[in-house]
C-alpha cells in the first residue's frame, strides 16, 4: 500500500513569492492534515480536511490556505513568503480524523 | 494550547526504562503518540481516547488520565532503536476540536549501547 506522498520535497522561495505544496493521501484516507515543523516550535497545526471540507484550522495568518479535491488529494498555499515561513511542511493522512495518522517526507521549503 | 511534554530529553543506557509525561490545559478527547527519527517523518505508536483503556504493544505502552488531562508513555527495556524525538498530539473535546491535534515541543530519548 502506498505511504502519504508529499511533492516537492524541497523546494527554495524568494521572499514576496507564493507557493503550492501538494499531498497525496494513503487511498481510502478521507482526513488530510498539515503541519509546519520548526526546530524551536515544534509541530504546529495548519488545517485539516475531510472530504473537501475544512473542519479546522491553527493560529497562523491568512496567507496560509489550503484545498481538499475530491479524490482526497490536498494543497496548501503560502502566499507573500517570509523569512519565517522557512520550515519542514508535513502532511498526515487518517481514515476520520482522530485515528491513526501516517504521515508524507514533508517538503522543505527555504525563503531566501 | 500547547501540550508540555517532560522531560525534554533523556538518554538512556540499552535495557534501561523511561517515562515520558504530557500535559495539556484543556480538557481531552484524545492523546496521540508518534516517534520521530532524524531527518525522517513521525511515526504513529499509539492513540488512547477518552474512556479507553491503556494502551500498548511489546515494551511500550501509554496511560491517559482523563482528570488530569495527562498521559504518560512507558519504554520498558529500552533498545537501540528506540532513540528519536517522541511527540504527544492532543485532540481537543467538540466542536471539531478532536480533529485538530496540538503537539507538544517533544522529548528527545537517546538509547546508548
Known amino acids: 500500500k502506498a505511504g502519504v506522498t508529499q511533492t516537492p520535497r524541497y523546494l527554495i522561495k524568494t521572499r514576496g513569492q507564493q507557493v503550492t505544496l501538494s499531498c497525496s493521501p494513503i487511498?481510502?484516507?478521507?482526513?488530510v492534515s498539515w503541519y509546519q515543523q520548526t526546530p524551536g516550535q515544534g509541530l504546529q497545526f495548519l488545517f485539516e480536511?475531510?472530504?473537501?471540507?475544512?473542519?479546522n484550522k491553527g493560529n497562523f495568518p491568512g496567507r496560509f490556505s489550503g484545498r481538499q479535491f475530491s479524490n482526497s488529494r490536498s494543497e496548501m498555499n503560502v502566499s507573500t513568503l517570509e523569512l519565517g515561513d522557512s520550515a519542514l511542511y508535513l502532511c498526515?493522512?487518517?481514515?476520520?480524523?482522530?485515528?491513526?495518522?501516517?504521515f508524507g517526507q514533508g517538503t522543505r521549503l527555504t525563503v531566501v | 494550547q500547547q501540550p508540555v511534554q517532560s522531560p525534554q530529553a533523556v538518554i538512556l543506557r540499552e535495557g534501561e526504562d523511561a517515562v515520558i509525561n504530557c500535559s495539556s490545559s484543556k480538557a481531552l478527547y484524545s492523546v496521540h503518540w508518534y516517534r520521530q527519527k532524524h531527518g525522517e517523518a513521525p511515526v504513529f505508536l499509539m492513540i488512547l481516547l477518552k474512556g479507553g483503556e491503556q494502551k500498548g504493544h511489546e515494551k511500550i505502552s501509554a496511560s491517559f488520565n482523563e482528570k488530569k488531562q495527562q498521559s504518560s508513555l512507558y519504554l520498558t527495556a529500552s533498545q537501540l532503536s528506540y532513540s528519536g524525538t517522541y511527540f504527544c498530539?492532543?485532540?481537543?473535546?467538540?466542536?471539531?476540536?478532536?480533529?485538530?491535534?496540538?503537539f507538544g515541543k517533544g522529548t528527545l530519548l537517546t538509547v546508548n549501547p
Open positions: 498526515a493522512s487518517s481514515l476520520t480524523g482522530n485515528t491513526e495518522a501516517f
Open positions: 487511498s481510502g484516507h478521507r482526513s
Open positions: 480536511y475531510f472530504s473537501e471540507t475544512q473542519r
Open positions: 498530539g492532543t485532540g481537543g473535546l467538540g466542536g471539531g476540536s478532536n480533529y485538530k491535534l496540538t
